[in-house]
């Protein structure tokens, strides 16, 4: 209101001044509503007035204080109050708006990439997104954000788990259904997968017993939960990358193989148990042995074997080494039979290398022109002879096998003879006789007399050239 005034008279104008509404925010919805107020207005409020959609219809509130607090809304709503002042006219004021934002529901799977050899871990694509935003991922642990734009977005690179995904608006969090990515796993039934027997490609996991007689195949494979698994006699272990015994056990029966791609020594991890088991053997007769394994102990090759029984060669003669020391892989070693045993009559023997199996390339002890070390196949599957013997070009050809089929006890000093070794090199191989026990008589069927066939056995210890020499 305003005063005009001269000498004589005076006049009222009133004027209505509409002001502006405050407190409009965004909230979530069901949350309460924020108090709104009038302010900087001149005049009488007359009523407040709402509106949702636009364009705006706005429809009276019965309402005329100067704030007001609207209920819980279920849509973005504008508000303004209407101001009059004597017999002005009504005016608004200016409004302001709660908006109101939706609790997102959980994105939707739309696919999923498992893992393969070449990318090991996962992808998903999930949609029900919409315009600009933030994405939870959420591991079990860990809460990892990612920003989207549009209706779908891919995540990549997760590692084998659990994960739950949510929109974040900064309200109700709502995550979807737990999403597993994972390697093609062994139940106890079944494959995860659903598609056969796992491929080179697959990523295995072992979670329960296994133990079919079976070739298996897999990019790594790893144990876990306790689960037993046995690769049985004449079948293979075939992994690209690593095996990785976690928690549990992985037994290859005597005649099994573990045959590994990959060149890298420290890619295993956890131990196997690998088992050997020579032709029957006398007490007095020696085996020839290599480690499949790392750090394997001569005296758990036999322990109960002589403790002075142990040897190897330097390359110009037999050497005896203490039982408590480490097999070197690719170092050749042979035990004597267990003390418990007939110095006549033979019987079974069995070895069991606990450790992580070996892989890679072994360099040998350097040896002297004309000089011959005790070497031994150093991988948990068998070894071809022809690639050994062309991939050594210092060797003059010829790998002699020890076939302990002479009885060395003749009542007196133990005596060993080179004619027990048999032979081979790239033109085949050369077997031994079978003779009797004394030399003399009928052959003793527990003599061996094949000719090696050009592989050379896990656990296997060889010589490279003949040797001329007695125990």
Not at 95 to 115: F, G, K, Q, W
Not at 132 to 157: C, E
Not at 169 to 174: F, K, P, S, V
Not at 292 to 300: A, E, F, H, Q
């Amino acid at each position: 209101m305003q005063t005009l005034a001269d000498a004589s008279n005076t006049t009222t104008v009133t004027k209505t001044v509409s002001g502006v509404v405050n407190g409009g925010l965004h909230i979530c919805q069901g949350s309460p509503s924020p108090l709104l107020t009038l302010n900087n207005y001149t005049g009488s409020i007359i009523r407040w007035e709402y509106a949702e959609a636009i364009p705006y219809v706005w429809r009276p509130i019965a309402h005329t204080g100067v704030t007001y607090q609207p209920g819980v809304l279920a849509t973005s709503t504008s508000y303004r109050a209407v101001v009059k002042n004597g017999n002005c006219s009504e005016e608004f004021a200016i409004e302001t708006r709660i908006d109101v934002d939706v609790n997102p529901p959980a994105p939707n799977l739309v696919s999923y990439t498992r893992p393969t050899c070449a990318i090991p871990t996962g992808s998903v694509v999930l949609d029900g997104l919409s315009g600009s935003g933030n994405l939870l991922q959420f591991d079990g642990t860990t809460v990892t954000n990612h920003a989207y734009s549009g209706n779908t977005i891919t995540i990549s690179g997760l590692a084998l788990g659990k994960y739950k995904f949510a929109i974040d608006n900064n309200c109700t969090i709502t995550y979807s259904d737990e999403i597993i990515i994972q390697a093609n796993t062994w139940n106890g039934t079944n494959w995860s997968y659903g598609n056969g027997e796992p491929t080179l490609d697959d990523l295995v996991d072992f979670q329960e017993d296994y133990g079919f007689i079976k070739d298996i195949n897999a990019c790594s494979c790893t144990i876990s939960n306790d689960a037993a698994v046995t690769i049985q006699h004449g079948k293979t272990l075939h992994v690209v990358k690593g095996i990785h015994v976690n928690y549990g056990t992985l037994t290859f029966a005597d005649g099994a193989s573990l045959l590994q791609e990959s060149t890298d020594n420290n890619l295993n991890t956890g131990f196997i148990s690998y088992k050997r088991r020579s032709l029957p053997i006398r007490q007095s007769d020696y085996v020839y042995w290599s480690t499949p394994v790392k750090d394997m102990k001569l005296i758990d090759v036999s322990p109960l074997t002589e403790y002075d029984k142990y040897y190897t060669h330097n390359g110009t003669e037999w050497v005896q080494v203490p039982r408590a020391n480490t097999m070197i892989p690719g170092k050749g070693y042979i035990i004597r039979g267990p003390e418990t045993y007939s110095r006549t009559d033979r019987f079974p023997f069995a070895a069991v290398f606990k450790g992580v199996p070996n892989n890679g390339d072994f360099t040998c002890e350097a040896s002297g022109t004309d000089n011959f070390y005790l070497v031994g196949n150093p991988y948990p599957s068998a070894l071809s002879a022809d690639d050994f013997i062309n991939g050594n070009s210092i060797l003059e050809g010829t790998l002699y096998f020890w076939t302990h089929n002479t009885l060395a006890y003749l009542g007196g000093a133990y005596k060993y003879t080179r004619d027990d070794y048999a032979s081979y090199n790239l033109s085949g191989g050369v077997g031994v006789g079978t003779v009797a026990p004394s030399g003399i008589g009928s052959p003793d069927p527990d003599n061996n007399s094949t000719e090696p066939k050009g592989y050379i056995a896990a656990g296997q210890a060889f010589l490279p050239e003949q040797l001329n020499l007695e125990l």
